[in-house]
């Protein structure tokens, strides 16, 4: 069963830094895509960054830049290092997983993935 808990959320100002974390128990022996995304109140879900098995990375142009997705294979967890913070940043962000066997290019559609983490909340003050 896939599981993913993200954690690492909190205030900040802007300007400031955080780092999020999503645990992700995946099934093993499957390339997979592991996405953040973020929803703001009375918006629509955004893709943010995703990484794929091999490690290639995709990013939302609004965070080109300022976030790095990245994941410890080891410590099967996924960070997403969010730097230089805005307020418009503020949204609730959740972890998202989908696993292939081959023959898919990962996304930042949020539709594309199947399996969702609970979110954690991102909020910055200017």
């Known amino acids: 069963q896939v599981q993913l808990v993200e954690s690492g959320g909190g205030s900040v100002q802007a300007g400031g830094s955080l780092r999020l974390s999503c645990a992700a128990s995946l099934y093993t022996g499957r390339r997979y895509c592991l996405g953040w995304f973020r929803q703001a109140p009375g918006k629509g879900r955004e893709g943010v960054a995703a990484i794929d098995s091999g490690g290639v990375t995709s990013y939302a142009d609004s965070v080109k830049g300022r976030f790095t997705i990245s994941k410890d294979n080891d410590k099967n967890t996924l960070y997403l290092q969010m730097n230089d913070l805005k307020p418009e940043d503020t949204a609730m962000y959740y972890c998202?997983?989908?696993?292939?066997?081959?023959?898919?290019?990962?996304?930042?559609?949020?539709?594309?993935?199947?399996?969702w983490g609970q979110g954690t909340q991102v909020t910055v003050s200017s």
């Open positions: 998202a997983a989908r696993q292939f066997w081959s023959g898919y290019t990962c996304s930042l559609v949020d539709y594309e993935y199947r399996y």
